[in-house]
Nanobody, 126 residues
Framework: EVQVVESGGGLVQAGGSLRLSCAVS????????IGWFRQAPGEEREGVSC????????HYRDSVKGRFTISSDNAKMTVYLQMSSLKTEDTAVYYC???????????????????WGQGTQVTVSS
């Protein structure tokens, strides 16, 4: 059974940092892609970043480039999302999703992923 579990959310002041973790189990970690998504109240879920565990290549949405960094520890079967210079508009529930193979050209689409976690709340206060 494939499991995807996020952790690390919380409350942080604007300008601060937070690191999210995504632990995956149930299938080979060496050639999958992990996407981070977020959903703010009343908004649609949007893609934040994606990493291919086979070579570490990564993608980011424009609004987080230079502030967020995605990384993978294949030995721990865990992907991290380091978030810095956080803004109030980063407040959302953050979800981790997994799929076999590398990040696709449409990594930001929800339909590209079969396995999803339950989400972790990130709140950035002003």
């Amino acid at each position: 059974e494939v499991q995807v579990v996020e952790s690390g959310g919380g409350l942080v002041q604007a300008g601060g940092s937070l690191r999210l973790s995504c632990a995956v189990s149930g299938f080979s970690f060496d050639d999958i892609d992990i996407g981070w998504f977020r959903q703010a109240p009343g908004e649609e879920r949007e893609g934040v970043s994606c990493i291919s565990t086979s070579d570490g290549s990564a993608h980011y949405r424009d609004s987080v480039k230079g502030r967020f960094t995605i990384s993978s520890d294949n030995a721990k079967m865990t992907v991290y999302l380091q978030m810095s210079s956080l803004k109030t508009e980063d407040t959302a529930v953050y979800y981790c999703a997994a799929e076999v193979g590398p990040c696709s050209d449409y990594w930001y689409n929800l339909d590209e992923y079969e396995y999803w976690g339950q989400g972790t709340q990130v709140t950035v206060s002003s």
